[in-house]
């Protein structure tokens, strides 16, 4: 979630990415409610401050035997105020905070403004593509013909953007996942976590997943626990809460997990095979670092 202030100051220039982006939220919704806010945290501040110091009077007015009952009755109405602003506050905090949290990261000035993959130049490219003399098939019907993908089997068992792995399939993703956490924590350092792939909802709106992307969670009936869709939100919740010694940074950490996403609005395109599954396996890194200069400003 971005910090209040940093939106505070950047409404206008927020509001552009916001639309550039293709999202239609309005931020002068959160900063009527920013307004809100603060004027309800001043008047209570100012009541308080009143409360405290007419208490002073009344206290030195019994002292002293002074019928202090009048004043005595205003911090009643002020006492009842102040409680008054205390009960509205809540709401308004609720309210502004899920603004905040549905605001997207803040892509870089080089990211290209586009509506699809196509308005994406291509920085790059490495190797050259391989021209073939014959039509490639596609790797489900390749993992299909040689048994070792059963995307019907699993459409049995679980319904459709399932995968079913047999044989040297299943051996073959195994030892990939055993591959890339045996280079991580052996040749670069990393630990390797094995974490919960059932979360809570505060480990959920840790990482952002809540509530921007509620439609592709799966959640537990009646339980506030939800399957992972990717093992970052337990790994990077680890720390949740912690203040880090900057001389123990960085940490290293990588974690093989299934991951689970509902998919939710992804239909036609790329969901054949194992493309767009309900359920996939990955090895997640996860670093915690000193934060660069750049990303800690932004449009200097």
């Not at 109405?77 to 506050?89: F, M, P, W």
């Not at 509902?262 to 000193?290: C, M, P, W």
Request: a negative charge; one cysteine or more.
């Amino acid at each position: 979630m971005l910090d209040l202030k940093f939106v505070r100051s950047h409404l206008d220039d927020i509001q552009k990415m916001l639309e550039n982006r293709g999202n239609d939220l309005d931020v002068s919704r959160l900063d009527a409610l920013d307004h809100q806010r603060r004027e309800i945290l001043a008047g209570l501040e100012a009541l308080r401050h009143q409360k405290n110091r007419v208490s002073e009077d009344i206290a030195a007015m019994k002292k002293k035997g002074e019928d202090a009952s009048t004043i005595i009755a205003e911090m009643k109405a002020v006492a009842s105020e102040i409680k008054e602003k205390e009960k509205d506050l809540p709401a308004v905090v609720e309210a502004l905070n899920g603004l905040l949290m549905l605001i997207p990261n803040i892509p870089d000035s080089s990211a290209p403004v586009g509506t699809s993959e196509k308005d994406n130049p291509v920085m790059r490219t490495w190797g050259e593509i391989r021209e073939m003399d014959f039509e490639p098939r596609p790797h489900w019907e390749i993992g299909e013909a040689l048994r070792i993908l059963d995307f019907e089997c699993a459409a049995k068992i679980a319904g459709a953007r399932f995968a079913l792995y047999r044989g040297p399939g299943a051996q073959l993703e195994r030892a990939l996942i055993s591959l890339m956490l045996d280079i991580h924590t052996r040749e670069h350092g990393y630990t390797e976590i094995l974490p919960p792939v059932m979360v809570n909802g505060a480990s959920m709106t840790g990482t952002g997943q809540l509530p921007k992307f509620k439609e592709d969670l799966f959640k537990v009936e009646g339980w506030d626990l939800y399957l992972i869709p990717t093992a970052e939100v337990p790994v990077t919740n680890i720390h949740r809460d912690d203040i880090l010694n900057e001389e123990d940074l960085p940490i290293s950490y990588a974690a093989y997990t299934p991951c689970f996403r509902s998919e939710a609005g992804s239909y036609g395109k790329d969901t054949r095979g194992l493309i767009r599954q309900h359920q996939f396996n990955k090895v997640e890194l996860v670093k915690f670092v000193r934060p660069s200069r750049h990303s800690m400003n932004w449009k200097n």
